[in-house]
């Protein structure tokens, strides 16, 4: 018993609830993500996710436990992609498009609010209130979470959503080339990971629109303020 009391008290809480935090946050970016294309879909008519039950806040049915991993260790990543059927588009290539584009902007909207959110806090949390500074560092990870995700996954790179966005505006011929090699596109998008080329490109990118959104959200939570 005094064993285990001893290993309960050298427990490193801080980082513990730095963890919980950030599997938290991946598990809303992912799903909100999903729901952003499935939601995107439906109202362009096609009711193939809502079918699969993939209109949901449930992360269980959106979870790619391989994406999720890697949003956990490198802060991008992907979630089990929602089913659409793009026959149901009046217009197949921009419905598509529009679809695809519906998942990164969800996340950056996401991103706005969170950081809104921090900004209204911060008074609380340099006051000392230990529930606001928690709630800070979560919503500041949230925010980056969420950034993340958006900004990798607009990488017009197959089978990500940048791709079907560029595809919306390329011939037909060239969209039905991409499309036969779109499965070996995960491989070549592991092996850039695995390389670290990518890093530098994503962090500096999330970097710049973090410090864009800022400007926005110090202005936003200051009028919020000011009218509550």
């Known amino acids: 018993m005094n064993l285990f009391l001893d290993y309960f008290q050298q427990l490193n809480w801080d ?3 730095s ?6 946050a991946v598990l809303i970016c992912l799903t ?3 729901m952003g294309h499935g939601l995107a879909a439906y109202a362009l008519g096609d009711p193939t996710a809502k079918k699969s039950r993939r ?3 449930n992360p269980l049915r959106h979870l790619d436990p391989f994406g999720a991993l890697m949003m956990l260790a490198f ?7 929602v089913p659409i059927d793009i026959r149901y588009f009046k217009h197949p290539k921009r419905g598509l498009a529009l679809t695809a584009l ?13 950081l809104v959110g921090a900004n209204f806090l911060l008074p609380s949390a340099y006051s000392g209130t ?3 500074g928690y709630l800070l560092d979560f919503l500041v990870t949230l925010c980056l979470c969420s950034l993340g995700l958006g900004i990798f996954n607009l990488i017009p790179f197959p089978p990500l959503d940048g791709s079907k966005v560029v595809e ?11 499309l036969r090699y779109e499965r070996y596109g995960m491989l070549g998008l592991m092996l850039l990971l695995w390389m670290g080329w990518l890093d530098g490109p994503l962090v500096a990118a999330r970097s710049a629109v973090f410090t864009l959104f800022q400007s926005g959200a110090a202005w936003a939570a200051s009028l919020g303020a000011l009218l509550i």
Do not use: C, R
């Open 15 to 17: 980082k513990l609830a």
């Open 102 to 114: 519906a998942g990164p902007v969800t996340n950056f909207l996401l991103a706005y609010l969170a």
């Open 19 to 24: 963890f919980l935090m950030q599997a938290l």
């Open 55 to 57: 209109l949901s806040l």
């Open 130 to 132: 230990v529930w606001a």
């Open 75 to 81: 802060g991008f990543g992907w979630a089990k992609p």
């Open 168 to 178: 919306g505006f390329l011939p037909d011929k060239i969209t039905y080339t991409v």
């Open 32 to 34: 909100l993500h999903e």
